[in-house]
Every structure is written in C-alpha cells, then in structure tokens.
C-alpha cells in the first residue's frame, strides 16, 4: 500500500507548474523570504515565506536550501506548501 502525501505537502489542485513555481520565487523572494530562515535539529537550513494563489488567498511555503553563509546566497533545493497556514 501506498501512502498518500500528507495534506499539507501538496499545493492546490488546478495548478499548473508554471504557477507553482511562481508561488515558490514569490514566497522565497529573492532570498529574503518574509518569514525568514530557521535551522531545524538535524541541521538543514529551512525557510519560510507567503505567497498568494491566483484567486487573492494566501499561502505559506516553506523549503529548504543550500548551507551559504550569506543568506543571499543560498539556493531552493526544495519546497511544499506549509504545515502552518
């Protein structure tokens, strides 16, 4: 049996991934993402920022990326909609 991804780790139905992406640059503009960056217990670097879907509400995203020392460095190795919305 297969389990089925947790809700929280899949965006709305109806996107395309061109707007998923674009949700993605949104919450993670530019490297300043608007809830900034935290690192988790087992070391990875994680962010976390908002972004709205195409009908105005909006969306927390988080991910994680690349260990820079400036944070305008660093890059998305990943991302999935927020367990916190």
């Given at each position: 049996?297969?389990?089925?991804?947790?809700?929280?780790?899949?965006?709305?139905?109806?996107?395309?991934?061109?707007?998923?992406?674009?949700?993605?640059?949104?919450?993670?503009?530019?490297?300043?993402?608007?809830?900034?960056y935290y690192?988790?217990?087992?070391?990875r670097?994680?962010?976390?920022?908002?972004a709205?879907?195409?009908?105005?509400?909006?969306?927390?995203?988080?991910?994680?990326v690349?260990?820079?020392?400036?944070?305008?460095?660093?890059?998305?190795?990943?991302?999935?909609?927020?367990?916190?919305?």
């Open positions: 049996m297969i389990d089925k991804p947790l809700p929280h780790t899949m965006f709305p139905r109806g996107l395309t991934p061109a707007q998923v992406k674009q949700l993605a640059e949104e919450a993670w503009n530019g490297g300043r993402p608007f809830y900034g690192t988790e217990a087992d070391g670097v994680a962010w976390e920022g908002i709205s879907l195409p009908d105005g509400s909006p969306i927390r995203i988080s991910g994680h690349s260990k820079a020392t400036n944070p305008v460095d660093r890059s998305v190795l990943h991302y999935y909609p927020s367990e916190e919305q």
